[in-house]
């Protein structure tokens, strides 16, 4: 285990210095930062003293040396636009984007289960039909579109979820500014979770519902039916923990569809998280926030995907980690 | 005693219902967030936003374009260079310090040693403090648009800014990309003050108390201001009542409001003019007054207003929009194709040619389908075009190196004056004095220079204007670009919110004196 989490550690700092070192060599294509902060009749001259006083001119080596040994004792740049240390505005952003993240997660598990289990076990049933039918919708209308029609029918037709934003928010042990400890917080979270979930529902229905049927064919489940076990612990507990394991696989992949689907849920929601502060960094070339970010995410891929190994590992425990790893 | 408890507890509560009754909350969502709560770091939309609510101007422009006095109540030429002005007594900083003209001039000194507006002070020679309530604004030369840049003149407490920060920074430290004291903390003399701030995300505004503008309608007691990016999220957020006042709102959706019975669009037509300009160094053919000419008779401008824009917006014959002072009646968009045709041929070109085009693509309102139109319409004179659009972020390095034979060039004149248009965008390239910064056609034409040089000099007011008309004539016979239409400005107001009182041309609407009614 520890051979495992050391070799996971190297592979991790490793994939970081190949996103500092892209993501730096592409900063210069992607605009020039100056036109971003000074007004339009700045002079080029001007502009030229500015470049020069923040080390733009310097040749790239120079600068990508300077960003490496401050990124080594933990100062990945400093944000243009916010004025503060990009990890520092990453940071802060990061609990909305958990929040949001943690209420899809919620409402994919809660949704998908129950429904993939009942699928699976009545497949001929109206309703069955009605929830594979729905979730081809869903696997085929992009997720603003979702966003925008949530937002249509909820909130300016029926007038009951407010449109956008985080709404009020409640200090959590001074550590965390939580909207789920407020009515207000929560009836703010609704839309963009759902918006945000609604991508990955349908697969997961299909996917449990699908692993679901193959388990239920298995001698074991017709031996538990067979000995009279009661058919909720059959269904819940036999089968379904033998259904987890390409589950919990997917759901470790999904994890990064779903970095990249909260950019679009919070910019379509105004939600104040990281997507959202990408996107806004990119329109304004905020080349260091740029890069931040980059790594950050890198760094979040690395640190699920180990979760999910070693989760694999409790679950099923004939899988060897350390092997894996090689 | 019981009774008399009760009586007060009544009172009270109908005290407390008068003044609710009267003060207002006012929840605003922009497209974008000023950078900084120093007036000073960046010359932008956000930042005089945010100064008409935290600082207050000398003067300010009312909504006919005439001045209005504000910190300064009157005002008069001494002589060819000198304009005095008169301070107004008894007003108070947000800590507390009064307002006399050394906080004034303090201002005008920062403001000098500013990046973004050193530009506009170029002019001047020094402020002079002659006593308390009196200071000189004097010119190098006689200059004309001296009140023009005392709108810019938002006065800063210059004892507030004064000393160093926690950090041992001075405070009054300008720096654009490193937080400095005066980035994060302001005291102006202002309608409101700043109660919180998160950037990018709101920032809560309070009325102070202490506001000197008695007169004042405005009942507005706490604004909140959530930028909102996207159009659609903030349109919605309207229509749902989650925000009261919007801006800007996308051509698209003005009937979603204008249907709406709890919001209501206001909208009043732009100063900001939308032009492709001609690459002459790049191709031989633009060289030829005929084939500029042919462009812009093929280029249908009140169609693209029309289609494209879905008649958000003033088709343009010339730079400056009406109400400027070089701005000509006569000057109407052109559009024959056939007498494009005719040019052409005369210019030895009937057989057309191909060029490149450039064209951002999140800049100004619909530009790459406005750059598409243009394009498909050179199409008819047997001009080839090439298009490309692309984001403003990449597209700004491209129009600096003047890329593409046509580039779509939006500009606002920063002291809404005709003269700022030539300089930047019409004027030969000069880089010592920054002027034909813009000017990506690469035209040259340096009568029209020397006029406008003229023009700066002139302080007869009647005079320049007549001298602006005549350059935006020569640009007209001479082709020298192809005006498209000037931006129309939208906003959206809920139910009560009567904003078209305090709106402008220039986007800066006065919210201390906006009036809400329940």
Redesign the interface.
């Known amino acids: 285990m520890l051979l495992f989490l050391f070799r996971r550690l190297v592979q991790g700092l490793a994939v970081m210095f190949v996103i500092s070192l892209i993501s730096f060599s592409i900063q210069d294509?992607?605009?020039?930062p100056l036109?971003?902060?000074?007004?339009?009749?700045?002079?080029?001259?001007?502009r030229q003293?500015?470049r020069e006083e923040?080390g733009l001119n310097d040749p790239f080596l120079a600068q990508y040396g300077r960003f490496i040994s401050k990124a080594v004792r933990g100062d990945l740049g400093?944000s243009?636009?916010?004025?503060?240390p990009a990890l520092q505005v990453i940071m802060d952003k990061l609990p909305a984007t958990l929040e949001l993240v943690f209420g899809a997660t919620l409402l994919i598990v809660f949704i998908s289960v129950p429904s993939g289990v009942y699928c699976a076990i009545r497949p001929n049933s109206w309703l069955t039909r009605l929830i594979l039918g729905v979730s081809i919708l869903g696997i085929s209308i992009p997720v603003f579109l979702t966003a925008?029609f949530c937002?249509?029918l909820f909130?300016?037709e029926l007038?009951w979820l407010?449109?956008?934003?985080r709404g009020e928010l409640v200090s959590v042990f001074g550590l965390w500014e939580s909207g789920y400890f407020s009515k207000d917080g929560i009836l703010h979270l609704v839309l963009p979770c759902f918006a945000l979930a609604s991508i990955m529902l349908p697969l997961f229905i299909r996917l449990i519902r699908s692993e679901m049927v193959e388990a239920l064919h298995t001698e074991y489940v017709k031996f538990a039916k067979a000995k009279g076990l009661r058919k909720v612990r059959v269904y819940f507990v036999h089968a379904l923990k033998n259904t987890m394991l390409p589950v919990l696989t997917v759901g470790g992949v999904q994890i990064g569809t779903m970095v990249a689907y909260t950019i679009l849920t919070e910019?379509?929601?105004?939600w104040?998280g990281m997507g959202f502060?990408f996107?806004?960094a990119?329109?304004?070339?905020d080349t260091p926030l740029i890069v931040a970010y980059l790594i950050v995410v890198g760094g979040i891929f690395v640190i699920v995907n180990t979760l999910v190994d070693i989760l694999y590992g409790l679950i099923n425990p004939t899988v060897n980690l350390a092997r894996t790893a090689q | 005693m019981k009774k008399i408890l009760k009586s007060m507890a009544g009172m009270v509560l109908a005290t407390t219902l008068a003044v609710g009754a009267q003060a207002a909350t006012l929840k605003v969502a922009y497209d974008s967030d000023p950078?900084?709560l120093d007036p000073h770091e960046?010359?932008?939309g956000g930042t005089l936003q945010m100064s008409h609510l935290l600082f207050d101007p000398l003067v300010r422009w009312d909504k006919d374009m005439n001045f209005e006095p504000r910190l300064a109540t009157k005002w008069e030429r001494k002589d060819d260079l000198t304009m005095r002005f008169h301070l107004r007594q008894g007003v108070k900083f947000h800590s507390g310090n009064d307002f006399t003209a050394k906080d004034v001039k303090w201002t005008f000194d920062r403001l000098r040693s500013s990046?973004?507006y050193?530009?506009?002070f170029e002019a001047f020679a020094e402020l002079k403090v002659i006593d308390d309530y009196t200071i000189d604004l004097v010119t190098k030369k006689p200059f004309p648009l001296v009140l023009n840049n005392a709108t810019y003149i938002f006065s800063m407490d210059s004892e507030f800014y004064t000393g160093d920060d926690d950090k041992g920074q001075p405070k009054d430290r300008l720096v654009?990309?490193?937080?400095?004291f005066a980035?994060r903390n302001a005291s102006g003399t202002g309608p409101y003050i700043v109660e919180r701030r998160?950037?990018?995300?709101?920032t809560d505004y309070k009325r102070f108390a202490d506001y000197w503008d008695k007169q004042s309608p405005g009942n507005v007691e706490t604004i909140t201001l959530?930028p909102?990016?996207?159009g659609?999220?903030r349109v919605?957020?309207l229509?749902?009542?989650?925000v009261d006042f919007i801006f800007p709102v996308p051509p698209n959706d003005h009937n979603r409001i204008y249907r709406s019975s709890n919001s209501e669009l206001v909208v009043l037509p732009g100063t900001r003019v939308i032009t492709l300009q001609l690459n002459q160094e790049r191709v031989e053919a633009f060289k030829d007054k005929r084939v500029r000419q042919a462009i812009n008779y093929a280029i249908n401008n009140k169609g693209i207003v029309d289609r494209v824009m879905r008649g958000f917006a003033t088709a343009a014959g010339q730079q400056g929009p009406k109400g400027y002072a070089g701005y000509v009646e006569g000057l109407k968009p052109q559009y024959d194709l056939e007498k494009a045709r005719q040019l052409m041929k005369e210019a030895g070109y009937e057989k057309g040619f191909s060029i490149t085009m450039l064209a951002p693509n999140?800049r100004y309102v619909n530009d790459a389908r406005i750059a598409q139109a243009a394009a498909s319409m050179l199409a008819k004179i047997n001009i080839k075009v090439d298009l490309k659009t692309i984001?403003?972020?990449?597209?700004?390095?491209e129009f600096?190196l003047r890329a593409a034979d046509i580039m779509m060039i939006g500009?606002?004149s920063?002291t809404e004056d005709s003269a700022n248009f030539t300089e930047?965008l019409t004027a030969c390239t000069d880089?010592s004095t920054?002027w034909g910064?813009?000017n990506s056609g690469n035209y040259c034409n340096h009568k029209v220079d020397d006029m406008i040089r003229l023009a700066n000099q002139e302080t007869d007011l009647a005079k320049r204007a007549a001298i602006l008309q005549d350059v935006e004539r020569t640009l007209y016979e001479e082709a020298a670009y192809v005006p498209l239409h000037w931006q129309n400005l939208a906003w959206g107001a809920g139910k009560g919110v009567q904003a078209e009182s305090v709106v402008n041309v220039m986007n800066f609407p006065y919210l201390g004196d906006l009036v809400v009614t329940q």
């Open positions: 294509n992607l605009g020039d036109r971003e902060m000074v007004g339009q009749s700045v002079s080029e001259a001007e003293a500015l923040m400093t243009y636009f916010f004025k503060e925008i937002i249509y909130s300016i007038g407010p449109s956008y934003g910019s379509v929601f105004q104040p502060l996107l806004e990119v329109h304004r070339v | 950078v900084s960046q010359l932008s990046p973004d050193k530009a506009i654009k990309h490193a937080g400095s980035s998160q950037q990018g995300v709101r959530t909102i990016k996207e659609p999220t919605a957020a229509l749902a009542g989650d999140n984001p403003k972020a990449q597209y700004w390095p600096d500009w606002h920063d930047y880089e920054g910064q813009y």
